[in-house]
């Protein structure tokens, strides 16, 4: 089925920014070929299967951002982005549509980095693995796509940070906001393997921490909370654990600043008691 549209302005082959003449919106349409042999202001039907992916101009600042991005970067690129992007909606959901601005402007600067010989670190890699395990997966589809479309390896950080603006974007927030959460998560584990004087292992274990530590970080975030009617037992028989749970509670108290409920402790005393359990086996 195709709707018919008003062709407004043509970006480049792919991009076109077009009016919907059923509803009278205008909207940037993003697909293969939208743009090519298409005149200003000419009505035309387009299906809804050539479209890969639309978005509703009700932020202005966002179109224009991106048409500056369009004008600025090369087409490559932008199509490139554009499709890591449609496969990320198809695996994790609809995303914040400034995705389109922002990963596109984060891989143009990264690419010139690359291009000056300078190497991109990413020192939270191992939690972004664990962490968001789907956007890193993403992240490698998009390491080969710019492989195979532009030659260069944009290398195994850079799909670290990806990974990171996808699940800002999938959360509906700044990727800011997912780095300093994941560099707290990281904190946190260095406080258990520092008290432990060990190095946690990167197994069900160490993935289940990492589930823990971000859902405890959302929960006191949204004002949610867990109850453990087990913590006076737990804090009885797992001295030691549960006195490196009161460590990580005041890292969180101190980093969110909010008052951790009482009843994560349990559960995260639980979590560092099988790592302390797979040290001393």
Do not use: W
């Not at 400034?98 to 690359?114: G, P, Y």
């Not at 160490?206 to 405890?216: A, I, P, Q």
């Amino acid at each position: 089925m195709a709707n018919q549209y008003k062709i407004k302005k043509i970006m480049n082959n792919n991009v076109v920014l077009a009016e919907d003449l059923s509803n009278n919106r205008e909207a940037v349409l993003v697909g293969k070929g939208l743009g090519f042999g298409k005149k200003t202001n000419a009505i035309v039907s387009i299906s809804k299967e050539a479209i890969e992916k639309m978005f509703i101009t009700y932020d202005e600042s966002l179109k224009n951002d991106y048409f500056k991005l369009i004008d600025s970067i090369d087409e490559t690129i932008i199509e490139t982005c554009s499709d890591i992007i449609l496969k990320a909606e198809g695996v994790l959901g609809q995303l914040n549509s400034r995705i389109h601005v922002v990963l596109t402007d984060h891989i143009s600067f990264a690419l010139e980095r690359l291009e000056m010989g300078l190497d991109i670190e990413n020192p939270f890699l191992d939690e972004i693995k664990a962490l968001y395990p789907k956007e890193y997966e993403l992240g490698v589809y998009a390491r080969k796509r710019f492989k195979k479309k532009l030659g260069i390896d944009i290398g195994q950080g850079e799909l670290g940070f990806i990974a990171l603006h996808l699940n800002a974007a999938k959360q509906n927030k700044e990727v800011k906001e997912a780095l300093r959460d994941t560099r707290l998560i990281k904190e946190l584990v260095s406080i258990i393997e520092e008290s432990l004087d060990y190095t946690i292992e990167k197994s069900i274990n160490y993935n289940r921490l990492m589930d823990h530590l971000k859902g405890c970080i959302h929960r006191v975030k949204t004002g949610t909370t867990v109850e453990n009617p087990l913590i006076d037992i737990l804090k009885s028989e797992f001295q030691e654990s549960f006195a490196i749970a009161l460590k990580i509670k005041e890292k969180l108290d101190e980093a969110l600043e909010v008052e951790i409920p009482i009843g994560e402790l349990g559960y995260l005393t639980i979590h560092i008691n099988r790592i302390k359990k797979t040290k001393n086996t």
